[in-house]
């Protein structure tokens, strides 16, 4: 027996937006005020930055920032510099809905090899899971496809149109996975390319950046997988020093770490039929001030 489809997609589509940065995997935003968004908290952490562009269904740029995070209920509230015409806003329920309420959910996800769309895909399905607690905040599962960029977007309970949870992850955390090999690529990628340079018996590589604070937040992730680096200063840039030897050995690392993973991914795809959203009363101690 299918699934009764939503007469509310044209209000969905109107006011779920893409989280589109360089560089960067698509997210979901959606409006739930005069000129306020509400996405996953994972979305605007990826970006590294307070201000950035989303991109409404009708292809209207509109520059954000972010004014209110909370890491435990993985949520974001967004604040517009204007709301454009060609937007609608959902409203919110503070209630989790219980197992087997037909839901339908939104956002720009993108297909495993897939490059960035533009379009909104949705999903039907049913509530799989009571409510539980997660580092603070609530969440609950529903019974479909997930993807990555579905992250931030809203799941409607189809009954009564109002939105009950905001899409967090799919279950295994792959769109998670996705998104930190990027990171992993893009990092090895940079110490393949490192400017070298011979000092006594060592041979060091160096990274550049424009900003100490760009230099800082990549000194701390190479630190994390073990790397030994030191920050320097040279006339206008900021430099991160370390052992080529030891970059060495870390790429190795990193690529073991990818492919073990991968491999387990391939074997435990059923996952992705499952996704978890945020949603209950921390849903509505977030946003409640802005609204």
């Not at 950035?52 to 509230?77: C, K, P």
């Not at 769309?117 to 479909?144: C, K, L, T, Y």
């Not at 070298?196 to 900003?211: A, M, P």
């Amino acid at each position: 027996m299918g699934h009764k489809r939503s007469n509310r997609i044209p209000e969905i589509r109107a006011a779920t937006c893409r989280v589109d940065v360089a560089n960067k995997k698509l997210g979901t935003a959606f409006w739930i005020g005069d000129r306020y968004l509400l996405t996953a908290n994972h979305v605007v952490t990826a970006i590294h930055r307070d201000k950035f562009t989303i991109v409404t269904e009708g292809d209207s740029d509109v520059v954000v920032q972010v004014t209110e995070q909370d890491q435990g209920s993985d949520l974001a509230v967004l604040e517009a510099d204007e709301r454009p015409d060609d937007v609608e806003s959902l409203s919110l329920s503070p209630e989790i809905p219980i197992i087997g309420t037909e839901v339908v959910w939104s956002g720009y996800a993108r297909l495993i090899g897939e490059s960035k769309i533009d379009r909104q895909r949705f999903g039907w399905g049913p509530v799989a899971s009571g409510s539980f607690d997660d580092g603070g905040g609530h969440f609950f599962e529903v019974d479909g496809l997930f993807n990555s960029g579905h992250s931030g977007g809203p799941v409607i309970e189809q009954e009564t149109g109002q939105v009950v949870g905001v899409v967090s992850a799919s279950a295994g955390n792959f769109e998670q996975q996705l998104e930190r090999w990027d990171d992993q690529i893009h990092r090895l990628e940079n110490l393949f390319h490192v400017t070298s340079e011979i000092s006594g018996s060592h041979k060091n590589g160096f990274l550049v950046y424009d900003t100490v604070e760009d230099a800082v937040y990549e000194k701390d992730i190479l630190e994390g997988y073990g790397l030994d680096v030191e920050l320097s200063q040279r006339e206008d840039d900021v430099l991160l020093r370390f052992d080529l030897q030891e970059a060495s050995i870390l790429v190795s690392k990193i690529q073991a770490e990818m492919a073990r993973t991968l491999l387990d991914t391939v074997m435990n795809t059923f996952q992705m039929g499952i996704g978890v959203a945020s949603g209950g009363q921390g849903m509505m101690d977030i946003i409640r001030q802005y609204i």
